[in-house]
């Protein structure tokens, strides 16, 4: 009775202390032994002691995966939120052993794993708190605000992130994500120098239908609003607010009337082929409903954005874009980053926006 008293009571004073706003420095109820701990900044901005050397690591937000495998960590993963995105079985079939959960997960059952320590994301406060009162150290691992001001605070931050998984996990991590992050700054300035001299009249108008409906996208400072803009896009996404996702009206669409249209998330083109209200666009009369590729998670979120960015510059400005081969492109990344070879038919299923086994799969509900 008196350890429950004494859990539930750092749980409600550590959910005030660290987000009523007086507070940035974290303390987990773990005391480290002197110069077994350090301190790290997380991306809500918060300083959590961590242990000095952390070997095993709950994934509590749907990108933790992607981000350990591109770093070569996938060993360090006790339990990861489930996903289901196309190539994460192909290119590393021992998925399929990591412990996953979907929705709330089992507090408890981290702390029966003893795992040392939590990146999350979702429900924020609470998660942070319920950790806390475990004992556990949290870090938050994607940014808590709703988009992001400018292209150049969107880059920084998807480096921020991968960089906050590289100081966790060790040395090795954190120089395979400088590694990505100068590959990252490489492409950008590749794509961003040749659009610059595009007219802002030269830009097509494009629409990005997310799922799982086919008004359904992302909002005017995600992911894909940014990427499109690099890419030479006259973006959809604009003329809604900065909230991650977004419904609009096929009125509004009408009226915009998208010279492309992408869908993501394997999602089938039919969402907008097989429903005659859309046959008038002039995505759809000229046939410009275009899969997205998709791979080890949806482009649309992952660090795979980059290849987002690039397959969106290709298809709206191929003179511009010649010497761009995406199969050789997406082979590179793989082999790179992943440590997978992928065969030159595996590259040519996912340009076409399919899985391994050739089939368009609805795969990631939320």
């Not at 395979?176 to 007219?199: K, N």
């Not at 409903?289 to 992952?302: H, Q």
Request: net charge positive.
């Amino acid at each position: 009775m008196l350890t429950r008293c004494r859990t539930a009571s750092l749980f409600f004073l550590t959910l005030f202390t660290l987000w009523a706003g007086g507070c940035t420095e974290v303390s987990t109820g773990i005391t480290p032994r002197a110069g077994k701990g350090r301190v790290v900044t997380d991306l809500s901005g918060r300083r959590v002691t961590i242990p000095a050397r952390v070997d095993r690591v709950a994934c509590l937000e749907v990108l933790g995966y992607e981000k350990m495998f591109l770093l070569g960590q996938t060993d360090k993963i006790a339990l990861m939120y489930a996903s289901n995105a196309p190539w994460m079985e192909r290119t590393n079939p021992k998925v399929k052993e990591i412990p996953s959960f979907v929705g709330e997960p089992n507090f408890e059952e981290l702390l029966r794993r003893q795992i040392p320590l939590a990146f999350f994301r979702y429900n924020p406060e609470q998660t942070a708190a319920k950790l806390s009162a475990l004992g556990i150290p949290g870090l938050v691992s994607q940014p808590l605000q709703q988009g992001w001001g400018s292209a150049g605070e969107f880059t920084a931050s998807t480096k921020q992130a991968l960089r906050l998984y590289g100081e966790v996990l060790g040395a090795a991590a954190s120089a395979q994500a400088e590694l990505w992050c100068s590959y990252y700054d490489a492409r950008i300035r590749y794509v961003t120098g040749r659009i610059s001299r595009l007219p802002q009249a030269g830009r097509p108008r494009v629409y990005y239908l997310r799922g799982p409906d086919a008004l359904t996208t992302q909002g005017a400072h995600s992911n894909t609003a940014w990427y499109g803009e690099m890419a030479g896009a006259d973006m959809f996404n604009k003329q809604l607010g900065a909230e991650g996702k977004g419904t609009v009206s096929l009125e509004e669409l009408v009226r915009w009337n998208p010279e492309y249209i992408f869908v993501g998330r394997q999602y089938s083109r039919d969402l907008v082929l097989q429903d005659p209200r859309w046959r008038d666009l002039k995505a759809v009369r000229e046939g410009k409903v275009i899969s997205l590729p998709e791979g080890v998670f949806f482009w649309d979120g992952s660090t795979e954005g980059v290849l987002l960015m690039e397959f969106l510059a290709k298809t709206l400005h191929p003179d511009l874009f010649r010497d761009l081969d995406m199969a050789k492109e997406i082979k590179d990344y793989y082999r790179r980053f992943y440590r997978y070879p992928l065969s030159d038919d595996e590259a040519d299923k996912i340009l076409r926006g399919l899985s391994p086994d050739g089939r368009q799969v609805n795969s990631l509900r939320n």
